[in-house]
């Protein structure tokens, strides 16, 4: 079955290179799509040099959004959905997410930092179903009906469908593998504050409440 890697990725110039290399490096992928998310930076640019094949959207849609559109611009089986913001990213973790999908073993994968920086393990583990490393039928992503405008909170809406639906979910660790924390890429006022966005939009959909389109 066929495999495409998306990458939703806003104001990521500095790293979304290093997560395309690993993809690339990594055997048996057919497509990698990065969705720029309305970037001020030179994301697009990087990444299409970096190999990747890029889609713009116009603004700042939201990453539920952006990972709607990365699927729907391939027909691959299997769906890797990868952070642009990785730090460590190898083969290696690439495909001990894609493995039990591939074998049928799981209907998807989630992958948990370990063994990396200390404040993106500790947030993992606390709550490994908001990870954005999973590799995910295609049939599932698009049985997702609220995926398009889940904002943040798509991680969310992914473990809540698998849950309901009983699907089968392996929880993959992924190790010297980290992420660079929004305050250090914008700084602490404008980090922390779309830190709180982040966190109510993961709380609105916890509580079953359904968000406005960005």
């Known amino acids: ?39 001020t930076d030179r994301t697009a640019a990087v990444a299409r040099k970096a190999g990747a094949e890029v889609i713009d959207h116009p603004e700042n849609m939201g990453k539920g959004a952006a990972v709607a559109t990365g699927v729907a611009a391939t027909t691959a089986g299997i ?39 200390k404040a993106t393990d500790l947030s993992q583990r606390l709550t490994p179903f908001l990870s954005g490393q999973r590799a995910v039928k295609r049939e599932i992503l698009e049985a997702v009906t609220d995926l398009k ?24 660790p992924l190790r010297r593998i980290s992420q660079i924390m929004k305050e250090e890429k914008r700084g602490i006022v404008q980090g922390f504050a779309a830190r709180l966005k982040m966190y109510w939009e993961i709380i609105l959909l916890l509580l079953g409440v359904k968000l406005p389109p960005h």
Do not use: C, W
């Not at 806003?10 to 969705?35: C, D, H, K, L």
């Not at 973790?93 to 930092?113: C, K, S």
């Open 79 to 117: 769906i890797l959905l990868l952070d642009a913001d990785l730090v460590g990213l190898r083969p290696s973790h690439i495909q001990a997410l894609l493995e039990p999908v591939l074998r049928d073993e799981a209907d998807m994968t989630v992958g948990v930092f370990t063994d990396g920086r």
């Open 1 to 39: 079955m066929a495999v495409a890697v998306v990458i939703p990725a806003y104001n990521e110039e500095r790293t979304v290179a290093r997560v395309i290399r690993a993809v690339r490096n990594s055997p048996g992928i057919f497509q990698i799509v990065v969705v720029n998310d309305g970037s």
């Open 149 to 172: 405008s889940s904002g943040f909170g798509m991680e969310v809406s992914l473990s809540r469908f698998a849950r309901k639906e009983n699907l089968r979910v392996f929880y993959i």
